[in-house]
């Protein structure tokens, strides 16, 4: 008999964050957040305390999900959820666009893919 937990695969989810490029203006004490789309994890934010006043904001920092449950099956992953806020773009005093992206993990699993 299969047990529910022998149908997931229980890993951490460490992400490289080495930059922000292209923005439309400058980024102005930006924040950015982390999350995933299933499970009660709790999102990771990244906020910046000195002004920026870049459209290409380096960042280089490491944040890790622990303890996720992935089915077996990739496509049932869930979706890395980025977002971007600023203290600008508000009354025309500047500040980069709010931003929102969804990342599949499935893509970037080439090790837990692979046949070993």
Do not use: Y
Request: some cysteine.
């Amino acid at each position: 008999m299969v047990s529910i937990n022998d149908l997931f695969l229980t890993v951490n989810v460490k992400i490289a964050l080495f930059g922000i490029r292209d923005l439309i203006r400058n980024a102005i004490k930006p924040t950015i957040t982390f999350r995933l789309t299933s499970g009660n994890q709790k999102p990771h934010e990244i906020k910046f305390e000195n002004p920026l006043h870049s459209k290409n904001p380096n960042i280089t920092k490491f944040i890790q999900f622990e303890n996720i449950k992935l089915p077996f099956e990739p496509l049932l992953w869930p979706l890395l959820e980025v977002d971007i806020t600023d203290e600008g773009n508000m009354l025309g005093l500047g500040g980069c666009e709010a931003c929102h992206t969804t990342i599949t993990l499935f893509e970037f699993a080439t090790d837990l893919l692979s046949e070993k």
